[in-house]
C-alpha cells in the first residue's frame, strides 16, 4: 500500500485496507489510529452520508468537542430527519482525526442522506430516524434492530441476527458485552500487527454473512452496493491506497466481487428529497441504549474512560467514582480506592477474564463504596457509567439562521446549554432574569422544549420563576422547524402565536395561548390573540368553556405589573367573560349526572379563585364583580335542581368567603343532612363541603358542631344504602392528611362536643376550646410583630396585629 516504505510496515492482503469496526466501540478506535498510522493510506473512506463530506474540516476546530452527529433534515419538512453520532472513542471520529491531522483527503460513503430521509415513511421524526438508520451509529454492525421497514422490504420475514450475540455464544458466553470486551476492549491492537484484529474480525463476519446473508437486514444489501461504488471509484483515483472504515458487519459484503452494473441496479429508482447537513452536539446520555437509540452502547462514560486512560484504566475509573461519592458527602477514602481495585481485580481473576471489566468494578464498588447499597450505585452509573457529557460545534458550522439567533442571545443571557438537569431560579425583577424568562417561554411556544417551569421551592410571588433545563440533541431538530416561522426566535414565536391562535379549537386554547403571549412578551402577536379571543367568547355560549377560559385570562393579568406590560384590553375580556358565567351559569348546573356535576364543581372553584383575583382590576362599569358572584353562589346553594356536590361546595365558598356565618353554614347542612333527604344526595352534599382538597378536614376539626352533624347522619343511614354512600365518603376522606384523618378520629371515638377541659382531665386534643385562648395568642404577637417590621409601642403594634388578623 502507498506509504508502506515510510511506515516500514503496510497492508499485507490485497484490495482496499477494510477496517471493520464497532461503532462507539474504544477498542475498535485504537486499533483504527494503528491500522491507519502503520499503512498511512492515500485516502480515508468512512461509513456515513456523503453529502457531509464539506463538514469533515470543522472537526479540526478547537472548537468542535466530541460527542457530536451529523444531523441531516429534509429541507421542505425539517422534521424528517437522521442522526450519524460519534464520540472521541467512535472509530468514524478517529478516522477523521487522523485523516485531518495527517492531510489525507477523507470521504463518505454510506447510502445518500438524500434516499435515507425519503426512505423513511411519512411522519417518523427524528427519534424513529435513529432507529431506523444503520449509519446513525452502525445498528448494522452491532447487530441492532435497524428498522428494516422503512425501506419497505420484507426483512421482518426473516430472521434478525445480531452478530455479537452469535459470536459470543460461539466463544461460550451468554453476555456479548462482556465478550467483546474480553476480546477486544482489554487487548491490545494487535500486538505489533495493526491488521490482526481487523484480519480476525472480517474471517468471523464472513463466516456469519455466508450463514445468514443479510442477517434479516435487506436494505444493507442496498447500502453495501453504493459502498462498493465508492470504494471502486477511490481505487480508480488514489489506486491501492484506500482505507475503508466501516461497520465489521459490511466488510464481507465490500470484500465481495460483484459487477457494476449488479450494484446499480440495486440503486436505480431509489426516491430522494432534498436535505441539509450539519455538525449539531451531541450528549452521552443519548449514546446509551435507554435512549431509545438503536446503535446504543449501555456505558458511554465507561467506554469514554478506556479511550482515554493513559493507563491503570480501573485504578482511575475507582478514584473517580471516590471523587463523586465524595461530593455527595459519602465517606470514601483511598483505603476504600485501594480495597476496591483488589476486589475488581480478584473477580475478573475468578471469572477467566483479562482485565476487570464494568461488571468487576460495579460489583467492587457496590461492596466497598457503597455498603451494599444500590442507591449511591444508581448515582454512580448515572453520572459516571454513562455520564451527561455534552459535545460542542464551532460556530462555524452551518446552521439555520433561527439557530444563529438562539446561539447568539444564550451567549448574551449567559445561558449555556448543558446536557445534566438543572435549576435555574429566575427573580423577574432584574433585567438578564426577565429575558430569560422570557428566550424560554418563547422557545416553549416554538416547542423547543429546552426548558420546563417547576414549583418554586422559595416565594411563589409573580416575580419569581423556577425552571428545570436540559438540553437534548433533539432540540436542533426542533430549532429547524421552527425555522420556517422567522429568522430570531422573537420573530418566530410571534409569528407562530398568531398562527396557533387562528387554528386554535377552542376557547381554552385561545386563553392559554394569550398567557404564553404575556409570558414570552410578545406585544405584536397580542393584539391578533385578544382580537381572536374577543371573537370566540362572544360566540360561545358554554359555561363550561367559558369556565375553562376565565383562569387563565386572570392569571395572565398578573404578569402585568412585573413584566410592563399593558393588560388593559385582556381586563376587559376577562370581566365580560365572568359576566357571562354569572348568568349562565344557574341554569348549566341543573340536571347534570355525577360526572358532569364534578367536572361543574371543579369549574365553581376555579371561577372563585380568578373572580378573587380579577375584582379589583375588572373597570368600573363591570360593577361589584365579588358581590355578584356571591349571589349567584347563594343561587346555586339552595337550588334543589342542583346536584349535592355543586350546592355543599357553593355553601363552603361563601362561608370560606365569609359571606355566610357559620350557624347558618350548620342550618343548611343539617337540613341537608336530614331523614327526608336520599342519603345519596346528601353524601354528594357532604363532599362538595369538606372535600375537592379544600381544606373541610380542619373545618370538621375545628367545628365539632358540623362533624357532629355529619356523624349523626352517618350512623343513620340505612344498611341497604350504606354501600352507596360509602364510594362518595371515601373518596372524601382519604383526601385529608394522616393527622387531620386521625384527629377526626379521635374526636368521632370520644364524641363530638365531649372536648371539655383538656389542660384539667388530661384527655382529648391539646388546643381545641369552643373560645380563643387570649392568653396564648397574646404571646405569638412579639414575634409576629418582629417578622412584619412593625415599629411603635407595643400596645399600638399589637392592636395593628389584631386588625391585620
Given at each position: 500500500?502507498?506509504?508502506?516504505?515510510?511506515?516500514?510496515?503496510?497492508?499485507?492482503?490485497?484490495?482496499?485496507?477494510?477496517?471493520?469496526?464497532?461503532?462507539?466501540?474504544?477498542?475498535?478506535?485504537?486499533?483504527?489510529?494503528?491500522?491507519?498510522?502503520?499503512?498511512?493510506?492515500?485516502?480515508?473512506?468512512?461509513?456515513?452520508?456523503?453529502?457531509?463530506?464539506?463538514?469533515?474540516?470543522?472537526?479540526?476546530?478547537?472548537?468542535?468537542?466530541?460527542?457530536?452527529?451529523?444531523?441531516?433534515?429534509?429541507?421542505?419538512?425539517?422534521?424528517?430527519?437522521?442522526?450519524?453520532?460519534?464520540?472521541?472513542?467512535?472509530?468514524?471520529?478517529?478516522?477523521?482525526?487522523?485523516?485531518?491531522?495527517?492531510?489525507?483527503?477523507?470521504?463518505?460513503?454510506?447510502?445518500?442522506?438524500?434516499?435515507?430521509?425519503?426512505?423513511?415513511?411519512?411522519?417518523?421524526?427524528?427519534?424513529?430516524?435513529?432507529?431506523?438508520?444503520?449509519?446513525?451509529?452502525?445498528?448494522?454492525?452491532?447487530?441492532?434492530?435497524?428498522?428494516?421497514?422503512?425501506?419497505?422490504?420484507?426483512?421482518?420475514?426473516?430472521?434478525?441476527?445480531?452478530?455479537?450475540?452469535?459470536?459470543?455464544?460461539?466463544?461460550?458466553?451468554?453476555?456479548?458485552?462482556?465478550?467483546?470486551?474480553?476480546?477486544?476492549?482489554?487487548?491490545?491492537?494487535?500486538?505489533?500487527?495493526?491488521?490482526?484484529?481487523?484480519?480476525?474480525?472480517?474471517?468471523?463476519?464472513?463466516?456469519?454473512?455466508?450463514?445468514?446473508?443479510?442477517?434479516?437486514?435487506?436494505?444493507?444489501?442496498?447500502?453495501?452496493?453504493?459502498?462498493?461504488?465508492?470504494?471502486?471509484?477511490?481505487?480508480?483515483?488514489?489506486?491501492?491506497?484506500?482505507?475503508?472504515?466501516?461497520?465489521a458487519w459490511h466488510v464481507p459484503a465490500l470484500r465481495h466481487r460483484t459487477t457494476v452494473a449488479a450494484d446499480r441496479a440495486l440503486l436505480k429508482g431509489l426516491p430522494k428529497v432534498k436535505t441539509d447537513m450539519t455538525w449539531v452536539p451531541w450528549t452521552y446520555r443519548r449514546l446509551s441504549r435507554r435512549s431509545g437509540y438503536g446503535a446504543g452502547i449501555e456505558s458511554p462514560g465507561w467506554y469514554g474512560h478506556l479511550f482515554g486512560a493513559p493507563d491503570r484504566p480501573v485504578e482511575r475509573w475507582l478514584t473517580r467514582v471516590a471523587g463523586l461519592l465524595r461530593?455527595?458527602?459519602?465517606?470514601?477514602?483511598?483505603?476504600?480506592?485501594?480495597?476496591?481495585?483488589?476486589?475488581?481485580?480478584?473477580?475478573?481473576?475468578?471469572?477467566?477474564?483479562?482485565?476487570?471489566?464494568?461488571?468487576?468494578?460495579?460489583?467492587?464498588?457496590?461492596?466497598?463504596?457503597?455498603?451494599?447499597?444500590?442507591?449511591?450505585?444508581?448515582?454512580?452509573?448515572?453520572?459516571?457509567?454513562?455520564?451527561?457529557?455534552?459535545?460542542?460545534?464551532?460556530?462555524?458550522?452551518?446552521?439555520?439562521?433561527?439557530?444563529?439567533?438562539?446561539?447568539?442571545?444564550?451567549?448574551?443571557?449567559?445561558?449555556?446549554?448543558?446536557?445534566?438537569?438543572?435549576?435555574?431560579?429566575?427573580?423577574?425583577?432584574?433585567?438578564?432574569?426577565?429575558?430569560?424568562?422570557?428566550?424560554?417561554?418563547?422557545?416553549?411556544?416554538?416547542?423547543?422544549?429546552?426548558?420546563?417551569?417547576?414549583?418554586?421551592?422559595?416565594?411563589?410571588?409573580?416575580?419569581?420563576?423556577?425552571?428545570?433545563?436540559?438540553?437534548?440533541?433533539?432540540?436542533?431538530?426542533?430549532?429547524?422547524?421552527?425555522?420556517?416561522?422567522?429568522?430570531?426566535?422573537?420573530?418566530?414565536?410571534?409569528?407562530?402565536?398568531?398562527?396557533?391562535?387562528?387554528?386554535?379549537?377552542?376557547?381554552?386554547d385561545v386563553t392559554a395561548l394569550a398567557e404564553h403571549c404575556l409570558l414570552a412578551d410578545l406585544p405584536d402577536a397580542l393584539p391578533t390573540v385578544m382580537r381572536i379571543l374577543a371573537d370566540r367568547a362572544a360566540l360561545d355560549a358554554d359555561v363550561g368553556h367559558l369556565a375553562q377560559a376565565l383562569p387563565a385570562l386572570v392569571r395572565s393579568l398578573r404578569y402585568g405589573d412585573v413584566r410592563g406590560t399593558d393588560t388593559a384590553a385582556l381586563t376587559e375580556v376577562a370581566a365580560g367573560l365572568a359576566e357571562r358565567i354569572f348568568v349562565g351559569l344557574p341554569p348549566?348546573?341543573?340536571?347534570?349526572?355525577?360526572?358532569?356535576?364534578?367536572?361543574?364543581?371543579?369549574?365553581?372553584?376555579?371561577?372563585?379563585?380568578?373572580?378573587?383575583?380579577?375584582?379589583?382590576?375588572?373597570?368600573?362599569?363591570?360593577?361589584?364583580?365579588?358581590?355578584?358572584?356571591?349571589?349567584?353562589?347563594?343561587?346555586?346553594?339552595?337550588?334543589?335542581?342542583?346536584?349535592?356536590?355543586?350546592?355543599?361546595?357553593?355553601?363552603?365558598?361563601?362561608?370560606?368567603?365569609?359571606?355566610?356565618?357559620?350557624?347558618?353554614?350548620?342550618?343548611?347542612?343539617?337540613?341537608?343532612?336530614?331523614?327526608?333527604?336520599?342519603?345519596?344526595?346528601?353524601?354528594?352534599?357532604?363532599?362538595?363541603?369538606?372535600?375537592?382538597?379544600?381544606?373541610?378536614?380542619?373545618?370538621?376539626?375545628?367545628?365539632?358542631?358540623?362533624?357532629?352533624?355529619?356523624?349523626?347522619?352517618?350512623?343513620?343511614?340505612?344498611?341497604?344504602?350504606?354501600?352507596?354512600?360509602?364510594?362518595?365518603?371515601?373518596?372524601?376522606?382519604?383526601?385529608?392528611?394522616?393527622?387531620?384523618?386521625?384527629?377526626?378520629?379521635?374526636?368521632?371515638?370520644?364524641?363530638?362536643?365531649?372536648?371539655?377541659?383538656?389542660?384539667?382531665?388530661?384527655?382529648?386534643?391539646?388546643?381545641?376550646?369552643?373560645?380563643?385562648?387570649?392568653?396564648?395568642?397574646?404571646?405569638?404577637?412579639?414575634?409576629?410583630?418582629?417578622?412584619?417590621?412593625?415599629?411603635?409601642?407595643?400596645?399600638?403594634?399589637?392592636?395593628?396585629?389584631?386588625?391585620?388578623?
Open positions: 500500500m502507498t506509504g508502506a516504505d515510510e511506515s516500514g510496515s503496510g497492508w499485507p492482503g490485497e484490495g482496499p485496507l477494510l477496517l471493520g469496526v464497532r461503532h462507539h466501540g474504544p477498542g475498535s478506535a485504537r486499533a483504527v489510529r494503528a491500522a491507519l498510522s502503520a499503512a498511512r493510506p492515500r485516502v480515508v473512506l468512512i461509513e456515513g452520508p456523503p453529502e457531509a463530506d464539506a463538514l469533515i474540516p470543522l472537526a479540526a476546530d478547537e472548537d468542535m468537542r466530541p460527542p457530536v452527529a451529523l444531523l441531516a433534515h429534509a429541507v421542505d419538512e425539517p422534521g424528517r430527519s437522521a442522526f450519524w453520532p460519534m464520540a472521541e472513542f467512535s472509530p468514524e471520529w478517529v478516522a477523521i482525526r487522523w485523516a485531518v491531522e495527517q492531510d489525507v483527503p477523507a470521504h463518505f460513503i454510506d447510502l445518500p442522506a438524500t434516499h435515507t430521509l425519503a426512505w423513511m415513511r411519512d411522519g417518523e421524526k427524528d427519534a424513529e430516524a435513529e432507529k431506523s438508520e444503520p449509519e446513525a451509529g452502525g445498528e448494522q454492525a452491532e447487530g441492532e434492530k435497524a428498522g428494516q421497514e422503512a425501506a419497505g422490504s420484507d426483512a421482518g420475514a426473516n430472521i434478525r441476527v445480531d452478530p455479537l450475540a452469535v459470536l459470543a455464544e460461539a466463544a461460550g458466553y451468554d453476555d456479548p458485552e462482556r465478550w467483546w470486551e474480553d476480546v477486544v476492549e482489554h487487548r491490545g491492537p494487535g500486538d505489533g500487527d495493526a491488521f490482526a484484529p481487523f484480519v480476525a474480525l472480517e474471517e468471523a463476519m464472513g463466516a456469519l454473512r455466508d450463514t445468514y446473508g443479510s442477517g434479516g437486514h435487506d436494505r444493507d444489501l442496498v447500502r453495501e452496493a453504493f459502498m462498493r461504488l465508492q470504494v471502486r471509484d477511490a481505487r480508480r483515483r488514489y489506486g491501492d491506497g484506500v482505507a475503508v472504515v466501516c461497520g461530593q455527595e458527602d459519602r465517606l470514601v477514602s483511598s483505603a476504600h480506592v485501594i480495597e476496591a481495585v483488589r476486589l475488581a481485580e480478584t473477580l475478573a481473576v475468578m471469572r477467566g477474564r483479562p482485565l476487570p471489566g464494568l461488571s468487576e468494578t460495579t460489583d467492587a464498588v457496590r461492596a466497598v463504596m457503597c455498603d451494599g447499597s444500590d442507591v449511591p450505585l444508581a448515582l454512580v452509573h448515572d453520572r459516571l457509567v454513562v455520564g451527561d457529557v455534552l459535545g460542542e460545534v464551532p460556530a462555524a458550522a452551518p446552521a439555520v439562521p433561527l439557530q444563529r439567533d438562539l446561539d447568539r442571545t444564550q451567549r448574551r443571557l449567559r445561558l449555556r446549554p448543558e446536557a445534566l438537569e438543572r435549576e435555574l431560579e429566575l427573580d423577574l425583577r432584574k433585567d438578564t432574569d426577565a429575558e430569560r424568562s422570557r428566550l424560554l417561554h418563547r422557545l416553549r411556544l416554538l416547542g423547543v422544549a429546552w426548558g420546563e417551569p417547576a414549583s418554586s421551592r422559595g416565594s411563589t410571588g409573580t416575580f419569581r420563576e423556577t425552571w428545570r433545563l436540559r438540553w437534548e440533541p433533539e432540540l436542533a431538530v426542533r430549532v429547524a422547524e421552527a425555522g420556517v416561522w422567522g429568522t430570531t426566535v422573537l420573530g418566530a414565536a410571534t409569528a407562530k402565536a398568531e398562527s396557533d391562535a387562528a387554528g386554535a379549537q377552542g376557547l381554552a348549566a348546573c341543573t340536571a347534570l349526572d355525577p360526572d358532569a356535576a364534578e367536572e361543574m364543581r371543579r369549574h365553581l372553584d376555579a371561577v372563585h379563585g380568578a373572580v378573587g383575583l380579577l375584582a379589583g382590576a375588572a373597570p368600573p362599569a363591570h360593577g361589584d364583580l365579588r358581590g355578584r358572584w356571591h349571589t349567584v353562589l347563594g343561587v346555586l346553594s339552595g337550588r334543589d335542581t342542583v346536584p349535592g356536590v355543586i350546592r355543599g361546595r357553593a355553601v363552603r365558598l361563601l362561608l370560606d368567603s365569609g359571606e355566610l356565618a357559620q350557624d347558618e353554614a350548620a342550618r343548611l347542612m343539617g337540613l341537608v343532612l336530614s331523614p327526608g333527604t336520599p342519603p345519596g344526595d346528601a353524601a354528594a352534599w357532604i363532599e362538595g363541603f369538606v372535600g375537592g382538597g379544600s381544606g373541610g378536614g380542619m373545618l370538621l376539626v375545628h367545628d365539632e358542631r358540623l362533624l357532629g352533624l355529619v356523624d349523626a347522619w352517618l350512623t343513620g343511614v340505612p344498611a341497604e344504602a350504606f354501600t352507596d354512600v360509602l364510594p362518595l365518603l371515601r373518596r372524601t376522606f382519604s383526601a385529608y392528611e394522616a393527622g387531620v384523618r386521625r384527629t377526626l378520629g379521635e374526636l368521632v371515638r370520644r364524641g363530638p362536643g365531649q372536648r371539655g377541659n383538656t389542660t384539667a382531665t388530661g384527655s382529648g386534643i391539646p388546643g381545641f376550646a369552643p373560645d380563643l385562648d387570649g392568653e396564648r395568642a397574646d404571646a405569638v404577637l412579639p414575634v409576629v410583630r418582629l417578622l412584619l417590621g412593625l415599629d411603635g409601642p407595643e400596645e399600638t403594634a399589637g392592636n395593628d396585629l389584631v386588625g391585620v388578623a
